[in-house]
């Protein structure tokens, strides 16, 4: 023992700079073990300066034999089983920047960052209709109102998503679509609630921060419209995009390089029980001229989009990772707790096509969130 370079105990002790170098080539699952080491090692993961570079994780929820958080590498095509209570018996409602937001039973919504674990508790939320308030449903001892909860605890926060990321400056703001009708709220460190936005019933079917604002698409009449949310001292929503044709989709907002795209889904039910996506169309959207117009992005880099902020990578710096491909998820919980959640696809916009990136023979219990680790 006495040849051995270092002690178990000199290694505790390297300087924190290089230790942050360390944790700049493991991996996720590597960047948790790393940080259960000592109280120095666990330290430094917290501070979190020099992540590992990889693609998005897909967050699959909860192992039910070990509660453990289930995370897919898309690098590696592995699953990995990682101890984060903070995320046991949680719904995840969004992610971005590397944060997650989750919702319990008891209806505590927070922010958390699962690699340093960090948290920040969120006011309690809006009513969920104009008529009665989904907090009555969890007050005492579960009773027969109990599984309607449940059930509307679904569609409570149908996304939520950030200006800025909280790691960095303590001035960021939060907007979720929330309630029966998917309306907006936003809500600032230090405010004591939330800021409704008046929404003139437009029903929105995402949400986006691109180039230092917020946007929502709404569908009105058949039409997605495109809205600029103003979180200033005179909160609203400002139609300024052009009127665009919609069929019983699922719409998306996109952040291409630059570029804002509505991604337009079209699902239908397969053989009675699972959902399947036949169809995708991209627009490219206009704002200055209000106009639009079909696109197939021919940059090579790819989106990773579903409940999570959407996120563009680099396939070139990525092996294993498709160019000029969309990664969808499945749509939010209401919608595939009743068909099944197996609609994991790859959508080629070149070649109009699809795939799979991971296939599963059972149902999902939560919905399937991309997490960005490398923030």
């Known amino acids: 023992m006495d040849d051995l370079p270092m002690s178990i105990a000199g290694w505790s002790e390297l300087h924190d700079d290089v230790l942050e170098h360390l944790t700049s080539f493991l991996s996720l699952p590597d960047f948790h073990r790393f940080g259960a080491v000592c109280r120095n090692w666990h330290s430094v ?8 570079r ?37 719904r995840l409602c969004g992610s971005s920047y590397g944060w997650l937001f989750t919702l319990d039973m008891e209806l505590n919504f927070r922010l958390l960052n699962p690699l340093t674990r960090k948290q920040y508790d969120l006011p309690p939320l809006p009513p969920y209709n104009s008529h009665n308030n ?16 449940e059930a509307m605890q679904l569609s409570l926060v149908a996304k939520a998503i950030l200006d800025h990321d909280p790691s960095c400056s303590s001035d960021f703001k939060v907007l979720i679509m929330y309630g029966e009708r998917n309306r907006l709220a936003f ?22 921060f691109y180039k230092e ?66 169809k995708i169309i991209i627009f490219k959207i206009d704002l200055e001229h209000e106009k639009y117009f079909v696109y197939k992005p021919i940059k090579g880099h790819s989106v990773f989009m579903g409940a999570n902020s959407c996120m563009t990578v680099d396939p070139s710096k990525y092996p294993g990772c498709n160019k000029n491909a969309l990664y969808l998820t499945d749509l939010p919980q209401q919608v595939f707790e009743r068909h099944g959640s197996k609609d994991l696809l790859i959508y080629d916009m070149v070649e109009g096509s699809f795939s799979r990136y991971y296939s599963t023979a059972h149902y999902l219990p939560a919905s399937p969130i991309w997490l960005d680790p490398n923030y």
């Open 45 to 52: 993961a917290r501070q979190k300066r020099h992540p590992p």
């Open 54 to 90: 990889q693609l998005p994780w897909l967050v699959l929820g909860e192992d039910d034999a070990t509660h453990k958080s289930k995370f897919f590498s898309l690098e590696e095509n592995k699953t990995y089983l990682i101890e984060i209570p903070e995320l046991q018996g949680q």
């Open 134 to 149: 989904i907090t009555t449903y969890v007050k005492g001892p579960r009773s027969e109102n109990y599984f309607t909860f």
């Open 187 to 208: 809500w600032k460190l230090g405010d004591p609630t939330w800021t409704l936005i008046p929404d003139a019933y437009i029903r929105f079917n995402d949400i986006i």
């Open 213 to 278: 604002d917020f946007y929502a698409v709404g569908c009105c009449s058949r039409y997605n419209e495109i809205y600029l949310v103003n979180t200033g001292l005179s909160p609203c929503a400002k139609r300024v995009g052009p009127l665009v044709k919609e069929y019983d989709t699922f719409t998306y907002l996109v952040d291409y390089l630059g570029e804002l795209l509505i991604v337009q889904r079209y699902r239908k039910v397969h053989k009675g029980q699972l959902y399947k996506t036949e």
